[in-house]
Structure formats: structure tokens, C-alpha cells
């Protein structure tokens, strides 16, 4: 019987610059072919932690933005009742959605479908300005951006940049806008 040492064996070309790496290159090789799968792993899982996080995020302002509809939806009730007059109604909705708030430092504003503001608690010096050639640094007009889909859509979130409460420079935000048709207001 004819045994063959390993030596004398056919190996493949790639089994051959393998063996004539040093041990460090072999061990380096082999970690990185174990860290690299590792790491592709990890930055998939943000990816989907982020991309969750967002979603729930986007959840909880329509869901805040509902709340403070209900408080229109109840103000146009006394109007309808007869108990208050449009303009009274209206004054007390704007009143009690001026004093919403909810996480840390975020609050809801009333514009209409032609972009006037018609409340911000924040800024209430552009209360009935004409904000229809407001634009955000990217070029966006935010305000006919939030009549808009209130007008077509009923309701939706907008991506934007606006300065957020203590800030002075913009920093993206999203908002989600919905449609108050009786009086034809936007609330955000």
C-alpha cells in the first residue's frame, strides 16, 4: 500500500497562500472573518431599533394630535348646541389647545387650510399672519405643506425643519397635522 505524505497532496491555490501566511495574518484573518458578519449584525439591529423607535414616535404624536382634535370636536359642540356663538366657541378651543402639552417641551398650534395661523402657543406673534411663504432651510412652504394634507388627506405626518422650543436654529421634526373641516382649521 502507497500512502501519499500531506505534503505531496494537490492543494488548492488558495489553500496555499494560507499556509504560507504567519500565525499573527492567520489569526487576524480568522477574527476579522468572525467580526465582520458581528458587525453587519449589530448595524442591521439599529437600523431596526432606529426604524421601531421612529415608528412608535410617529404613533404617539397622531395620537396626542387626536386628543387635542377632541377638545375642537368639543368646542364646535357648544357652538352647534346653540350654547356658545362660532367666535366664543372658537376663542375657547384656541384657549384651552394653547395650554396642551405633552413629552418635554412639545405643544399643538391651530392653522387653517389657506396657511394663516390661527394660534401658537409658542409664537404667538404670528397668530393671523399669512404663513403661506413660510419656508423650512430645504426649500419646503411647512405651513401650505400641513393645509395641504389636511385638504387632500383628511390627516398625515410632514417631515419639516422648524426651531424647536429653546433652539434657535431649525432642527428636523415631524408633525402630524389633521383637518378640522367645520371651521376649516389644521391642528398640529
Known amino acids: ?7 505531496d497532496l494537490p492543494r488548492d491555490p488558495g489553500v496555499r497562500l494560507f499556509s504560507r501566511l504567519r500565525f499573527s495574518t492567520k489569526s487576524l484573518l480568522a477574527c476579522s472573518l468572525l467580526l465582520v458578519p458581528l458587525l453587519a449584525l449589530l448595524v442591521w439591529q439599529g437600523r431596526q431599533q432606529y426604524q421601531e423607535a421612529m415608528a412608535a414616535h410617529q404613533r404617539a404624536v397622531q395620537h396626542h394630535v387626536e386628543v387635542a382634535h377632541k377638545v375642537l370636536v368639543w368646542a364646535q359642540g357648544l357652538e352647534a348646541s346653540g350654547a356658545l356663538p362660532r367666535a366664543a366657541a372658537q376663542q375657547l378651543a384656541k384657549a384651552a389647545v394653547s395650554q396642551l402639552r405633552y413629552g418635554q417641551d412639545d405643544y399643538f398650534w391651530i392653522n387653517d387650510l389657506q396657511a394663516r395661523m390661527v394660534m401658537h402657543p409658542v409664537k404667538p406673534e ?15 412652504h411647512v ?4 393645509a395641504e394634507v389636511a385638504r387632500n388627506d383628511g390627516q398625515g405626518l410632514v417631515a419639516y425643519q422648524w426651531p424647536k422650543p429653546g433652539a434657535a436654529a431649525p432642527q ?9 373641516q367645520p371651521w376649516g382649521w389644521v391642528i398640529g
Open 143 to 146: 405651513f401650505q405643506r400641513f
Open 126 to 140: 404670528l397668530d393671523g399672519k399669512d404663513l403661506s411663504g413660510f419656508k423650512d432651510p430645504n426649500g419646503l
Open 172 to 180: 428636523d421634526k415631524i408633525s402630524y397635522v389633521k383637518a378640522f
Open 1 to 7: 500500500m502507497h500512502t501519499t505524505a500531506p505534503s
